[in-house]
């Protein structure tokens, strides 16, 4: 927002959060954040403060861009940050204002927060509420909301509508299509496509399922598809599966709520989406365990990735370290390698060793797991490894290694959705 013109506080509760933002830096790993926080700080464009009350007499739009987690326990999303913005900024506000949601949010949200908006604005001040749902991926953040695909506003006014036209020009200028709607389509587009990414993840994942008991190869499978402009290659690599804050806990909330509105059955395949797509984390771990001669015990396995995916250091939900965590429960050593993730990866599961360099991670491995695709994996030497590790096998559980040249140097491979070697 700062970057587009305008003036920008950000606010969050954490006081170390917003020291470390004051001064430019970033509180965790998103290329090209660094350079922007950078730059809009140091313009004055961004400032940031620790009290919702600043922010109530600052702007005349506010946005809400707080996460809404899995409860625990539950399939639902905890909505209560969204509420504790509310009740700490409405009473504050000073001057008419439009206040926008961002986060993800289960259909019917909207309009229950812009009650509750309403009721408890002071007196003489009209607060209203729209709702412009967040596209952004991880690793590409900058970049999307920058050059987004699109801009989707729910919004219960023409007025409203033209606010926030206003605020997104320089988008609209560059032809960013821009569509407006009501509340409720608008937090339903934001679940819909989230829906949709892990149903086409999950699909792909079934058929590497089958490829692998019928002799096919999913990765040609999937070329084979994608180049179907209906299809599309894009969201259709088998692998490991989907992890990370979003998907998964976007579709379990999906499901709850269409049980609450009396619609389970539309949405029941969901169910089957996460399914398939937690078996995919078993089957690496079965892989894994047929390459240690049927048990883990007094085994070394190397994992290179902890991160949800490459390009973050977000380890929510992390395919690769449910892996690895399962494997040190059967009684492996384990040892993890990523280029970012490594402390998030150590607060989160302490129990496993990590390593600052690849070689020291392979150091001795039965097994060595490519679980999450950074590049400087792609880029590794098979001959350099093989020197290193007790016995030169490798799952690469994302499909994306140069296998050949592996193989070429000695090592037994295995990857997902091919014939299983007999
Ligand atoms: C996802 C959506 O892509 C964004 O559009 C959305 O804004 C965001 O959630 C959100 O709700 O905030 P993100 O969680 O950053 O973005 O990650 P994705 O790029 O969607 O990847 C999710 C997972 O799917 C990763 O673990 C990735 O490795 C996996 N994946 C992705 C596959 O296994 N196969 C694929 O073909 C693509």
């Not at 001057?95 to 949010?105: A, N």
């Not at 395919?319 to 429960?329: F, G, K, Q, S, Y």
Request: aromatic share 6%.
């Amino acid at each position: 927002m700062a970057d587009l013109g305008h003036d920008v506080l950000g606010v969050d509760t954490d006081e170390r959060k917003i020291l470390a933002l004051t001064e430019g830096q970033a509180p965790f790993y998103e290329p090209g954040l660094a350079e922007l926080l950078l730059s809009t700080v140091r313009s004055g464009k961004l400032r940031f403060s620790t009290s919702v009350a600043d922010a109530a007499s600052f702007a005349e739009v506010h946005f809400i861009c707080v996460g809404t987690p899995q409860l625990p326990g539950s399939f639902g999303a905890d909505l209560s940050h969204i509420e504790t913005v509310l009740q700490g900024l409405a009473p504050n506000l000073r001057e008419d204002c439009l206040v926008v949601g961002k986060s993800t949010v289960p259909v019917g949200t909207a309009t229950r927060l812009a009650a509750r908006l309403a009721e408890l604005a002071p007196p003489g001040i009209s607060a209203h509420l729209a709702w412009n749902p967040e596209f952004l991926r991880e690793g590409y953040a900058v970049e999307d909301t920058l050059r987004p695909d699109r801009l989707v506003v729910g919004a219960t006014s023409a007025e409203d509508d033209a606010v926030l036209r206003k605020v997104y020009t320089p988008l609209l200028e560059s032809g960013t299509p821009y569509i407006t709607t009501d509340l409720p389509t608008a937090e339903l587009t934001k679940v819909a496509a989230n829906s949709f990414l892990a149903t086409k993840i999950s699909f792909i994942n079934a058929m590497a399922n089958v490829c692998e008991v019928a002799g096919a190869d999913v990765v040609t499978l999937s070329e084979a598809l994608g180049r179907d402009t209906r299809i599309g290659r894009r969201f259709l690599s088998a692998g490991l599966g989907f992890g990370g804050g979003c998907l998964g806990k976007d579709i379990r909330a999906f499901i709850a709520r269409a049980t609450e509105l009396g619609v389970a059955d539309s949405v029941h395949f969901l169910q089957q989406v996460d399914e398939i797509n937690s078996g995919r984390r078993r089957r690496v771990v079965d892989i894994a365990r047929e390459l240690a001669d049927g048990t883990f015990a007094g085994m070394n396995i190397a994992v290179l990735g902890a991160a949800f995916k490459p390009e973050t250091d977000d380890v929510r939900d992390s395919p690769a370290l449910t892996v690895a965590a399962t494997i040190r429960a059967e009684g492996a050593a384990v040892r993890v390698h990523d280029p970012k993730a490594i402390e998030n990866a150590r607060l989160a599961v302490p129990d496993l060793d990590y390593a600052d360099d690849v070689i020291k991670a392979c150091e001795g491995a039965d097994v060595v797991l490519h679980l999450t695709e950074w590049q400087e994996y792609r880029e590794l030497d098979p001959a350099a490894l093989r020197a290193v590790v007790r016995s030169p096998q490798i799952v690469d559980a994302r499909n994306i290694l140069p296998l050949r040249r592996w193989q070429e140097a000695g090592w037994t491979v295995r990857s997902m959705g091919a014939a299983v070697p007999s």
